[in-house]
C-alpha cells in the first residue's frame, strides 16, 4: 500500500492511522494535558474528540496535523 504525507492531502479528508500511529497520537493528546485542554485549546467539541478517540474513527486531517 502506497504511503503519502499528511501535508499532501487536503484538511477536509479524514484518515485512519496504524496502531502505532494512534498510540502515538493519543500519547500526544495526553501529554497535552488530556482530550479537555487540547480540545479548549484548539477549538474542537470535546465530546467529538472523545468520540474520536474512543470509537475507534477516522480522524479529520487537520487535528492530526495540529496534534
Not at 9 to 15: E, I, M, S
Not at 28 to 44: I, P, S
Amino acid at each position: 500500500m502506497p504511503r503519502i504525507k499528511l501535508s499532501d492531502l487536503p484538511g477536509t479528508l479524514r484518515v485512519e492511522l496504524t496502531q502505532p500511529g494512534k498510540d502515538e497520537l493519543w500519547h500526544r493528546v495526553d501529554e497535552f494535558g488530556g482530550v479537555k485542554d487540547l480540545a479548549e485549546e484548539f477549538g474542537y467539541s470535546r465530546s467529538k474528540v472523545y468520540n474520536w478517540k474512543s470509537k475507534d474513527l477516522a480522524l479529520p486531517v487537520n487535528f492530526v496535523r495540529r496534534v
